[in-house]
């Protein structure tokens, strides 16, 4: 695809229930980045990839929150046991390997809603 | 603790008009300062990216300035449009890693007819 793909665009659960966010970064970009983004608040860094090296975890926010990525292609960020703090924008990105001066292309989004 | 403000937090014009954005950062070593559009319900969009030697920088109608010495930066909207509502966003690189980045809140701007 022409940009970086996010499922779902909207997504309503219930308290205590698991959810499941995926991004289909751009085709050959090593490098690939999870934010979260509350009303009102700059982007939250959560995790970054880049190609096969060990993930930077240090922004996930507690164990309830975690994410994979197969090689260079999906990534999921799984949130499990939601609680209505986690209610935000996901957003996912990717650059170009990690050269400091790599624009990131964003997706637009998950908007998760926990009730 | 590494830091971006912008101001102001919101900004209403009218179309035709220009505007400055600034962007204040305390974010050390420097590596480069990028500014980010986000149109309401989509991803940020690249504007510009300024490295620590630059000192402006254009993308069209958008033009970025960067005073690595007083760590500020301003952002430049000339004969703004009504597509030019959005919120703008200042990105600061932390230069010992090159993925780590420090993101402002955003200034909300509101381009009237």
């Known amino acids: 695809g022409a940009g970086v793909s996010q499922s779902p665009s909207n997504k309503v659960t219930e308290k205590g229930k698991d959810v499941e966010l995926r991004c289909d970064p751009i085709s050959g970009h090593t490098a690939l980045y999870w934010y979260r983004q509350r009303l009102g608040q700059g982007l939250e860094f959560l995790i970054y990839f880049q190609g096969n090296s060990a993930p930077d975890k240090s922004g996930l926010p507690s164990d309830r929150f975690s994410a994979e990525r197969t090689g260079e292609s999906v990534s999921t960020l799984t949130i499990q046991r939601t609680q209505q703090e986690d209610s935000a924008v996901y957003l996912c990105a990717s650059s170009l390997g990690d050269r400091s001066n790599s624009p990131l292309h964003f997706g637009n989004g998950t908007r998760l809603t926990v009730t | ?113």
């Not at chain 2, 301003?74 to 230069?95: F, G, M």
Request: with cysteine.
């Open chain 2, 1 to 113: 603790k590494n830091q971006v403000e912008q101001s102001p937090q919101s900004l209403i014009i009218l179309e035709g008009k220009n505007c400055t954005l600034q962007c204040n950062y305390t974010v050390s070593p420097f590596s480069n300062l990028r500014w980010y559009k986000q149109d309401t319900g989509r991803g940020p969009v690249s504007l510009t990216i300024m490295t620590f030697s630059e000192n402006t920088k254009s993308n069209g109608r958008y033009t970025a300035t960067l005073d690595a010495d007083t760590k500020q930066s301003s952002l430049h909207i000339t004969a703004s449009q009504l597509s030019d509502s959005a919120s703008y966003i200042c990105v600061v690189s932390h230069s010992n890693s090159g993925y780590a980045l420090n993101f402002g809140k955003g200034t909300s701007l509101l381009v009237t007819p």
